[in-house]
């Protein structure tokens, strides 16, 4: 079985198990990453260019690299909603995280 798992501040919150037809929606196979918001930047995309200066306030706020790590995270999970992403890659570790 597959399980869909949601985390907050690195605990564990809840595990239910993830049909094979959620597999198929859009998002499931490509989380978006930070990465992949700089390249749409370079491409001229606004929604990317709106979302890097939102990074860039974020790094400058924050000095604690626990607190930049879960900033990060928010900010992933509320670009890749915005977009219609099921996913987003965890900056810190790479691993898909669900929305």
């Known amino acids: 079985k597959l ?9 564990l919150r809840v595990c239910v198990p993830l049909h094979a037809s959620a597999m198929c ?20 995309e606004a ?12 790094e400058r706020c924050a ?3 626990a607190k930049l790590h879960l900033s990060y995270c928010a900010w992933l999970h509320r670009i890749a909603s915005q977009q219609g992403r099921q996913r ?12």
Request: aromatic share 10%.
């Open 3 to 11: 399980w869909h798992v949601w985390h907050c501040s690195s605990r």
């Open 25 to 44: 929606k859009e998002g499931w196979q490509h989380p978006l990453s930070l990465e992949e918001v700089r390249q749409a930047a370079d491409n001229e």
């Open 47 to 58: 929604w990317a260019a709106k979302a890097l200066d939102q990074l860039r306030r974020l």
């Open 63 to 65: 000095h604690n690299p």
């Open 88 to 99: 987003y890659a965890d900056p810190a570790t790479g691993l898909g995280v669900f929305t």
